[in-house]
């Protein structure tokens, strides 16, 4: 029987093989790979999250980064599980967001920020609905003045000038109590 021996060229050989191998395993991921679990907080998309506390604003940002980042930047699982009415997993008290690409405005952007007016998406109903004729002392006698219809009609124009003008009369109601409770306050202040 021949006896086998392990020379030094064998040993370095071995040692070279085995280094490689373990720094191939160890070797982090490119950060699009999702099986790397030290890139899940680069992964997690911000405009995801901003997006997802839009749709539920009941949800804490660092909620949904959280449940993004444990599956795997999935946005569409997190909304079914809110949808279908189950919590989101906590995140634990170590979990830190992820840092924003876009970053704080600075100091002079937040100051025209704050000096440009907010337009208005709809113009106020007043205006919308052409009730300026109606508005102010005269309008107040000329409501009261009106006579009520019967509840429904089965004629349909006729229902639909009875639901304008109800309409009408609750804006109309609703401007006077603001303008009432302004007055209030300014009496008290």
């Given at each position: 029987m021949a006896?086998?021996?392990?020379?030094?060229?064998?040993?370095?050989?071995?040692?070279a093989?085995?280094?490689l191998?373990?720094?191939?395993?160890?070797?982090?991921?490119?950060?699009?790979?999702?099986?790397?679990?030290?890139?899940?907080?680069?992964?997690i998309?911000?405009?995801?999250?901003?997006?997802?506390?839009?749709?539920?604003?009941?949800?804490?940002?660092?909620?949904v980064?959280w449940?993004?980042?444990?599956?795997?930047?999935?946005a569409?699982?997190?909304?079914?599980?809110?949808?279908g009415g189950?919590?989101?997993?906590?995140?634990?008290?170590?979990?830190?967001?992820?840092?924003?690409?876009?970053?704080?405005?600075?100091?002079?952007?937040?100051?025209t920020?704050?000096?440009?007016p907010?337009?208005?998406a709809?113009?106020?109903?007043?205006?919308?609905?052409?009730?300026?004729?109606?508005?102010?002392?005269?309008?107040?006698?000329?409501a009261?003045?009106?006579?009520?219809?019967?509840?429904w009609?089965?004629?349909?124009?006729?229902?639909?000038?009875?639901?304008?003008?109800?309409?009408?009369?609750m804006?109309?109601?609703?401007?006077?109590?603001?303008e009432?409770?302004?007055k209030?306050?300014?009496?008290?202040?």
């Amino acid at each position: 029987m021949a006896e086998q021996t392990l020379n030094i060229p064998q040993i370095i050989v071995f040692l070279a093989v085995t280094v490689l191998v373990v720094r191939w395993f160890l070797k982090p991921a490119p950060a699009g790979t999702p099986t790397s679990a030290g890139n899940r907080a680069t992964r997690i998309n911000p405009a995801q999250i901003d997006h997802l506390v839009q749709m539920f604003p009941q949800l804490d940002r660092r909620t949904v980064a959280w449940n993004l980042s444990r599956n795997g930047g999935n946005a569409q699982a997190i909304t079914e599980t809110v949808l279908g009415g189950r919590a989101l997993e906590q995140p634990p008290t170590s979990f830190q967001l992820p840092p924003s690409r876009t970053g704080t405005p600075s100091g002079a952007q937040r100051q025209t920020a704050n000096r440009q007016p907010a337009k208005p998406a709809q113009p106020d109903l007043i205006t919308r609905y052409n009730l300026a004729s109606k508005v102010g002392p005269s309008a107040e006698s000329t409501a009261v003045e009106q006579p009520k219809s019967k509840a429904w009609s089965q004629d349909k124009n006729e229902r639909q000038v009875n639901l304008q003008r109800r309409r009408e009369e609750m804006i109309l109601a609703a401007r006077r109590k603001m303008e009432e409770k302004a007055k209030a306050e300014q009496k008290t202040a």
